[in-house]
């Protein structure tokens, strides 16, 4: 018996040519576009093991989680790390950046996080490009929560390695995902004697095996349900058009904001700026004394699929998430998740307005569409 997911035939090197052209055009580069079997985790650790070293002093930005991912895996081969915080609540501006780079002139490696899906704030990347191109560190960037939600521009931020996952604001598969990589960032990895080779981490391969040789064959077999998963992904948001889709994300974002604010009883939106906050997902704090986790919790009892979600780690207790991207940012689940929280928020005590939430999400999505 044949099966929709079982015997496929392999997929040739020219179809996986053919969804990197697409995946580039996604992000409006000219640079090399690696499309990598794996969750996001394999090109963000494999381009920084490929370009960091002993010799390598990196600024290493932390604005959620991923940020201290990152300078783990930094110090781990060897290069000298210079970690900047910020609290979650806000993001990181160029001004910081520039003032990391007049303290420590020798900084040549910045690692950023362009949207967190995981704290909701997101990062003015078009400035940071600036002052680090200026500086002319080599730039790398997680754009897996930003992709999708709002503009990626890898050529025109000047970003060296720019990573992306299909499994957010895409509404694609969480198991391939893609870097672009500069010509500079291709030449700090050829001088880089560390930077991984014949490995499953290694950028290098695919410059030397499938870009080097015209892309002609595959340096092994490839994920063909993934590859046309994220084919279709793509051909979806080209179908939709780029603009709409970021432009449901914003109106997900702003109406999950503006309702929050309505329902009331403490609860507020975690990232205190709206400028900084991500379209792709929505952070909340629950008022003093009440339990984000046992909100949430209580909020999806009823056997709902709302996409929410407590923190993660010590952010538990007191940050709800409403995870609006992909084929959840829309204005029926923005609200259906508001008045989820209302109700399980009253049951705690708090008194809510979910008439008044409602009427904010419909007045929020209009708005700036
Ligand atoms: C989701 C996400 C990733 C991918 O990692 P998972 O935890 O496996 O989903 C990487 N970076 C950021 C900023 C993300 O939001």
């Known amino acids: ?91 990181v501006t160029a001004d910081q950046i520039r003032e990391a780079f007049a303290e420590h002139p020798e900084i040549d490696f910045v690692s950023l996080v362009h949207a967190e899906a995981a704290t909701g704030n997101t990062n003015p990347v078009a400035e940071i490009g600036e002052a680090v191109r200026a500086h002319g560190a080599l730039f790398y960037l997680d754009a897996v929560a930003s992709i999708g939600a709002e ?51 290694s950028l290098l391969d695919w410059k030397e095996r499938w870009f080097d040789g015209g892309r002609k064959t595959l340096l092994h077999a490839p994920a063909q349900l993934e590859m046309l998963a994220l084919e279709a992904c793509v051909e979806r948001i080209e179908g939709d058009g780029l603009d709409a889709v970021m432009s449901r994300h914003r109106a997900a974002a702003l109406s999950t904001r503006a309702g929050a604010v309505a329902l009331g009883g403490g609860l507020e939106p975690y990232v205190y700026e709206a400028g900084e906050a991500a379209p792709v997902a929505t952070t909340l704090r629950t008022p003093p004394g009440v339990n984000a986790s046992s909100v949430v919790a209580k909020a ?21 998430r409403v995870n609006h991207y992909g084929p959840d940012a829309r204005q029926d689940l923005v609200e259906s998740c508001l008045v989820a929280l209302g109700t399980a928020l009253a049951e705690f005590g708090v008194a809510v307005d979910p008439e008044g939430a409602r009427r904010a999400v419909s007045a929020g999505w209009a708005q700036d569409r």
């Open 1 to 91: 018996m044949t099966h929709p997911f079982l015997d496929l035939a392999p997929l040739s090197a020219a179809r996986f040519a053919a969804i990197e052209d697409r995946v580039a055009r996604l992000l409006g580069t000219e640079q090399d576009v690696v499309i990598m079997q794996g969750e996001a985790l394999l090109p963000l650790e494999g381009a920084i093991r490929g370009t960091a070293g002993p010799g390598t002093t990196a600024l290493n930005v932390i604005t959620g989680p991923y940020g201290q991912t990152f300078g783990n895996w930094l110090r781990d081969c060897g290069a000298s790390v210079i970690d900047l915080a910020v609290p979650f609540h806000t993001a």
């Open 300 to 320: 999806l009892s009823e056997g709902s699929a709302l996409p929410l979600a407590a923190g993660g780690g010590s952010l538990a207790e007191e940050m709800i």
């Open 151 to 201: 503009p990626v521009l890898p050529d025109a931020w000047g970003v060296d390695l720019c990573v992306i996952g299909a499994q957010k604001a895409m509404g694609g598969p969480a198991g391939v995902s893609a870097v672009s990589v500069s010509e500079r960032a291709w030449a700090r990895m050829a001088a880089n004697p560390a930077a991984p080779r014949r490995s499953y981490l």
